[in-house]
């Protein structure tokens, strides 16, 4: 079945720089456009990013973009996201999705990131 | 781009039928009929309810309807039942490649 296993979140300072990760199994990973979405404590899922399947295009909403970068490795059927200049308001549990017909239909478990002095 | 309205919160009782409504702009909901719907619980990633406004993907009961009129979208629960307790998000394309989700409706079961 369709596995998606985030990681990589962890504290870091304002400031500072962070790079997310998602393994993806159980599916054929380079057929997929895939995407970041992010979730503040007690707040509404925020979509960040998403890549084609070739990854030779990709998108980023306006609050992340020139900071967060989106990138995949189809050899390792991985997804990542690269962060930079970190806020606090950058605070949230990250999830990697699959995302097709304007939806994302698998979603990993997260991975929370916490900015903080 | 603001985020979509949904009311914070809903309920209804075990066999009854409620609506989550979700309003959007012209620039959003009103152009594409792209709207999805989560449901998600306590400590739990999102899990995709609804597709194109009324769609449902393999797996998900009949129980769950979508819809849309201009630029707000419903999500229907007939037959409610204890485990529908949750949170509730409803998402649309907004143009330019990017997408938008909604502020969440909590859903009680009274």
């Known amino acids: 079945q369709v596995q998606l296993v985030e990681s990589g979140g962890a504290l870091v300072k304002p400031g500072g720089s962070l790079r997310l990760s998602c393994t993806a199994s159980g599916f054929t990973f380079s057929d997929y456009y895939m995407s970041w979405i992010r979730q503040a404590p007690g707040k509404g899922p925020e979509w960040l990013s998403y890549?084609?399947?070739?990854?030779?295009?990709?998108y980023h909403a306006d609050s992340v973009r020139g900071r967060f970068t989106i990138s995949r490795d189809n050899a390792k059927n991985s997804l990542y996201l690269q962060m930079n200049s970190l806020r606090a308001e950058d605070t949230a549990v990250y999830y990697c999705?699959?995302?097709?017909?304007?939806?994302?239909?698998?979603w990993g478990q997260g991975t929370l990131v916490t900015v903080s002095s | 781009q603001s985020a979509l309205t949904q009311p914070a919160s809903v309920s209804g009782s075990p066999g009854q039928s409620i609506t989550i409504s979700c309003t959007g702009t012209s620039s959003d909901i009103g152009s594409y009929n792209v709207v999805s719907w989560y449901q998600q619980h306590p400590g739990k990633a999102p899990k995709l309810m609804i597709y194109e406004v009324n769609k449902r993907p393999s797996g998900v009961s009949n129980r769950f309807s979508g819809s849309k009129s201009a630029t707000t979208a419903s999500l229907t629960i007939s037959g409610l039942q204890a485990e529908d307790e949750g949170d509730y998000y409803c998402c649309s394309y907004a143009g330019t490649s990017s997408l938008l989700f909604g502020g969440g409706t909590k859903l009680t079961v009274l």
């Open positions: 999705a699959r995302y097709r017909d304007y939806a994302f239909a698998h």
């Open positions: 890549i084609t399947n070739s990854g030779s295009v990709r």
